[in-house]
């Protein structure tokens, strides 16, 4: 006999009197319900604190991995990894774990706190093209602090991930993200560059950030452009790393072949880059030929690969300026093959030739590699290092004294195998 039926003949019973009975325990079950949701709105409402941050808010990735130091004992994590290719080729990976969507318990300054993330599966950030994204804390109470008091801690923790290091920007949509863990800073003194050279590009950029009235007072934008141009592996990009570490400074990574770069796009990622960085162009002459050149040979090139234009990168250029000291570098192989329009002065103030390794150079980067050895020994190694090769890159003499790291004597009397 199906249910009804069954409740209907049991209605019918005068045994059961009048099935009303039944129906005044539905009705008061069904009170009861609705009484126990009313009493967890109320109770919510007055005995619950929430809040909520999307992922648009700047401290929303601050939080994530905030959560992750609290919540360690959770079991389901998410990835998010990070992905740059040089233009050399090479590849750069990184994974950084954080928890899951879903709900997360921390136990929390005597307070348990519930964590959940949530993610839209209809929605995405236009600007970054990622789903959109909230975490949402709960807490019993009616105590704010509590809320104020993770938010300084999630700043304070993100801020002592970056201290003495140096964080990488790289352009996501229209904004600027950090990618991977801040890099420990390298020293200056690592990179040896040709004598004088390191000194008088830092001594420049530090006189560039000291002065912002004197450019004011001659209404001058408050910029500088720096262009290092030179054969590969000799320490462009190593120094500018070296020389953002040293400023205190952060680098914002661009890479103008980047097929979704377009005239808007860079123009605004420029205006928005974060405040003390350094932005960073690197292989310019890889997204635009000569304009003497292009047009008939590779029309395409011309426009920039993508629908970035080469007037669009020099008003971008010209653009930049702010009350904050804007510092764009660029790198080249081919300083011949670069536009004069993009050189000129006030878009490349400062051009600095990075070359060969020179006797003293030589000399130098075998006293910093083999700092227990008598001074003689890095003379004797960089004279014969020039003598079987006259042009040799710093990464080939890295990768040379590597091999020979306890064996000073044998990197000198190996040394004409420093190209191999
Ligand atoms: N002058 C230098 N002093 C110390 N190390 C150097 C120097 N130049 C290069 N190196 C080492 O060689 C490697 C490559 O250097 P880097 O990437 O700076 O070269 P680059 O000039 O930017 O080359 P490319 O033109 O290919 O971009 C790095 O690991 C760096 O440590
Ligand atoms: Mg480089």
């Known amino acids: 006999m199906p249910l009804s039926d069954f409740l209907g003949a049991l209605k019918d019973n005068p045994y059961f009197g009048a099935g009303f009975g039944l129906v005044g325990v539905g009705t008061a079950l069904a009170l009861a319900r609705k009484g126990a949701q009313v009493g967890m709105i109320f109770f919510r409402r007055n005995y619950m604190i929430t809040l909520e941050v999307p992922s648009r808010d700047k401290s929303y990735h601050w939080l994530l991995s905030w959560i992750t130091k609290h919540a360690n004992h959770t079991q389901h994590l998410s990835v998010e ?4 290719q040089h233009e050399s080729g090479r590849i750069q990976t990184q994974f950084d774990f954080h928890p899951s969507p879903g709900n997360h ?15 839209e599966k209809q929605m995405v950030d236009l600007h970054t093209g990622t789903p959109w994204e909230s975490v949402t804390f709960t807490a019993l109470g009616r105590d704010r602090e509590v809320f104020f008091n ?28 950090p990618f991977g863990f801040p890099r420990r800073r390298r020293p200056l003194s690592s990179v040896v560059l040709d004598q004088g050279v390191g000194e008088r590009i830092v001594d420049d950029v530090k006189e560039f950030i000291g002065h912002p009235k004197w450019y004011t ?35 914002c990574l661009m890479s103008l072949s980047d097929r979704s770069l377009s005239d808007d796009r860079l123009n605004h990622l420029l205006s928005v880059a974060p405040q003390q960085s350094i932005i960073l162009l690197e292989d310019v002459d890889a997204a635009f030929v000569s304009r003497d050149l292009l047009p008939t040979e590779n029309p395409q090139a011309y426009q920039g690969m993508g629908r970035l234009t080469f007037s669009g990168l020099l008003n971008a ?17 081919f300083i011949d093959r670069l536009d004069p329009a993009l050189i000129r002065p006030g878009r490349v103030d400062v051009k600095q030739y990075v070359g060969h390794c020179t006797h003293w150079q030589l000399a130098q980067m075998f006293r910093r590699f083999y700092p227990a050895e008598p001074a003689g020994e890095g003379e004797r190694f960089s004279q014969r290092a020039l003598e079987v090769h006259p042009e040799i890159s710093a990464a080939q003499v890295q990768g040379h004294f590597m091999l020979y790291k306890l064996d000073p004597a044998g990197s000198i009397d190996h040394v004409s195998k420093v190209k191999d």
């Open 317 to 333: 250029l010209d653009g930049v300026a702010s009350s904050e000291a804007r510092i764009v570098f660029m790198t080249t192989n």
């Open 105 to 119: 318990i921390i136990w929390y300054k005597h307070k348990w706190i519930r964590v959940e993330r949530t993610r």
């Open 81 to 84: 990894t990070s992905y740059l």
């Open 150 to 177: 993770i938010l300084q801690e999630a700043r304070e923790l993100a801020l002592k991930q970056e201290e003495g290091r140096t964080v990488m920007y790289t352009a996501m949509g229209a904004e600027w993200r």
């Open 217 to 251: 007072d001659r209404g001058i934008p408050y910029r500088r452009g720096y262009l290092l141009y030179g054969p590969p592996g000799c320490g462009k990009s190593s120094f500018i790393t070296a020389l953002a570490g040293e400023l205190g400074y952060s680098i």
